[in-house]
């Protein structure tokens, strides 16, 4: 293996050192302007050292930093390893700009200060629990943060600036900002999940996000305002009306209103900037009135070979504990068959049941879905019959409301004779209806029919259908 000697006499420093191996600095280590060390693997820094990186120093290893006082120079630390990398030891590392590229991660076990720059290039920046501080002293900035690049535990910002905090977990990007301080402040942030103490309201606020937050805490400084921000398809987002979000701090043992006025989508993204407090803490989204729990966009029922098949399209789920299939034979006293546990992804799901009971005549289905909190909701009723699983001539869409809709699926176009019976067998309405193969038709109902369920016949030559429909008014 070939030695490199790296000696600066004029500032009594003298290392040896092996490409990518272990260096230690005892003595008096400066990296002029434009000038590089890129052969160190694990760097020490002992505590009678002293480092000045005005050029551009590469480490593939771990950092140990004993050095007080150290100063941040006008350089570059490049944080280039391909494995797991660490700082460590007794005192804060400082640099005036920083490139984090490592796709392994790197962890924070002492405080790193930058100046300057940073790039987030690759990785996560993890911070250890004590906490050490990813530190971004006055006037510095960052970069290139994403959601496989930023820093997963606490940050650090001096300064009098607008910053955004380059704060998440360890999978996704989730980022605070804090705009028009008043004074030079220091603030430390980290986000959380799950949202802590959610029952704790103060009026106007109903509810809170309750599946992520952020703590931002204050140690001097002024007044300023605080930007948080949604993405739902990261986090789910509540379904609630733009209008009626706040920021929300938790302060006094309650989430209290932060004000402000949301702009974006609930259902994508969007973000909302508080008044000016001088009172930090945890930070979440706040609502003025109850979410909608879920939105139920689809629910249908056939019957094939003797099963029933269910399928209802969600979307928007969180906090939903399950979905409570029900079924009737009167469209309105319904029971419980079975319970599919909901999904909660926050994204659009699709869900599937199957009744293979033997059906009294006409049987009637609904979902009903239940929150964790007890709060539930209904689909609408779909209806099927044995009958359908014999003709399959025609779909009725059921229940049916001031007008009966069917769809032609017999193969043949044609006029068809239809009337309709009362639950007494009354003739109620009947006609003609021109139906072309695969089209539809709408059949009106009298103003003054009664809710109930009636019996629907269709039928010429060569085709006969009937079917029980559900009339809700």
Known sequence: MRRIIICVVSIFFCAAAFAQQAVTNSGNLQIYSGASITGFGNFTNNSSAVLVNNGSLYVKGNITNDQSSMSAGTGTLYLNGSSAQSLGGAQAFKTYNLETNNSSGITLNINLSVSGAHTFTAGLVTTSATPNYLIYESGSSHSGSADSRHVNGWVKKTGSSNFTFPAGDATYLRSIAISSLSASSEFNCRYYTPTTNTNNLSSPIVKVKANEYWQLNQVSGGTAQVTLNWDHSKVAMDNVL?????????????????????????????????????????FTLGYKSFPVPLKLLSF??????????????????????????????????????????????????????????????????????????????????????????????????????????????????????????????????????????????????????????????????????????????
């Open 242 to 282: 733009l209008a009626d979000i706040l920021a929300s701090l938790y302060t006094g043992g309650l989430w209290t209103d932060g004000g402000g006025s949301a702009s974006g989508n609930v259902t994508t993204t969007g973000t909302i900037t508080s008044g000016a407090t001088g009172t930090f803490g945890p």
């Open 300 to 473: 249908s029922a056939v019957r094939r070979s003797g099963i029933s098949y269910l399928n209802w399209v969600t979307d928007n789920e969180y906090n939903v504990d399950r979905f409570e299939v029900q079924r009737s034979y009167d469209g309105s006293n319904f029971s419980v068959l079975g319970n599919v546990s909901a999904r909660n992804s926050g994204t659009r799901e699709s869900y599937n049941y199957e009744d293979p009971s033997p059906l009294r005549g006409i049987a009637y289905y609904r979902i009903r879905s239940v929150d964790v909190d007890g709060r539930f909701s209904y689909s609408r009723i779909a209806a099927v019959s044995e009958y359908d699983d014999l003709t399959g001539s025609f779909v009725v869409l059921n229940p049916a409301h001031d007008g009966i809709t069917i769809l032609n699926r017999s193969g043949k176009s044609g006029v068809y004779d239809y009337k309709v019976y009362s639950p007494a067998g009354q003739l109620i309405i009947s006609g003609k209806v021109n139906m072309e193969n695969n089209g539809g038709a709408w059949l009106p109902l009298p103003a003054s029919i009664a809710a109930g369920i009636y019996t629907l016949d269709i039928q010429n030559a060569e085709t006969r259908f009937r079917q029980q429909i559900l009339i809700e008014k």
